[in-house]
């Protein structure tokens, strides 16, 4: 969580955790291959079918 607060730049962990705390693990998953896919010009990388 902390790493994310640093990328978005939030100056309160509480901010990024009332944001994105509430996601499960299959969400954060998805997300995270996401953003992922998108860093490595694969934009559809990790998109469930």
Do not use: C, R
């Amino acid at each position: 969580m902390e790493d994310i607060q640093k990328w978005l730049g939030h100056s309160e962990i509480t901010t990024t955790e009332g944001i994105y705390a509430h996601f499960d693990d299959t969400q954060n998953v998805k997300t995270l291959a996401k953003i992922s896919g998108a860093l490595d010009g694969k934009p559809n990388q990790g998109e469930m079918k």
